[in-house]
C-alpha cells in the first residue's frame, strides 16, 4: 500500500488531519501562530507543532510527559517522567507507539528537526502519527532506507 500517494486538500488551521489511538492531529497550516496548548490542565507545547502531538499522544496514553524543549531534536536528551513525577528511563525498542526523532536539517531545510509517533512497523518501514509535516498524509510511510540518523524512544 502506497501511503504517501494522496490527493492534496487544502486544510485549515486547526482542522483534524488524522488520528492514532484516539489522539488528534491538527493542521497547522500557519505555524508562526505562537499559541500555548493544554490537555487537562497539563501543558502539551505549541499548537499544532510536531513537540505539542507527541506529549500529548504520551500524556493521554501513557500519563506520561518529558521536561521542556525548544526544538524536536532535543528530545532524547529531555527527561521522561510520570505525571505523578515518576522518572521513566525510554529504551530504544522499534515498536508501535515509540517516539522517532529526526535530527536538525534532517529534511526541508528543517533546524528544529522534527518528531512523531511510531503507528505501525511493516516490513519495508514504518508509519508514523504526526502533526506539522504534510495536512495530506496520516499516516506517512517511511522506508527503513529512509530512516538516517534517527533516534527511537519507547517509554
Known amino acids: ?17 488524522g488520528t492514532f ?4 492531529a491538527y493542521s497547522n497550516t500557519d505555524n508562526k501562530i505562537d499559541t500555548s496548548n493544554y490537555y487537562n490542565n497539563i501543558y502539551t ?10 506529549r500529548r499522544y504520551l500524556i493521554i496514553n501513557h500519563n506520561i510527559t518529558f521536561s521542556s524543549v525548544n526544538s524536536a531534536f ?15 528511563i525510554p529504551n530504544n525498542n522499534l515498536a508501535i507507539g ?5 535530527p536538525k536539517d534532517y529534511e526541508f531545510d528543517s533546524p528544529d528537526g522534527h518528531v512523531a509517533i511510531i503507528s505501525s512497523v511493516l516490513s519495508d518501514g514504518i508509519t508514523v502519527a504526526e502533526q506539522n ?16 540518523n534517527v533516534k527511537i524512544l519507547n517509554v
Not at 494522496?6 to 483534524?16: F, P, S
Open 133 to 148: 509535516y504534510n495536512d495530506n498524509i496520516f499516516p506517512r510511510f517511511i522506508s527503513y532506507n529512509d530512516l538516517k
Open 21 to 24: 489511538n484516539g489522539v488528534h
Open 98 to 102: 515509540s517516539i522517532i526523532i529526526f
Open 74 to 88: 532535543q528530545i532524547p536528551g529531555a527527561q521522561f517522567m510520570t505525571l505523578n513525577g515518576e522518572i521513566i
Open 45 to 54: 507545547g505549541l499548537k499544532w507543532q510536531c513537540v505539542e502531538y507527541v
Open 1 to 17: 500500500m502506497n501511503y504517501n500517494n494522496m490527493n492534496y486538500i487544502k486544510k485549515n488551521y486547526g482542522d483534524i488531519i
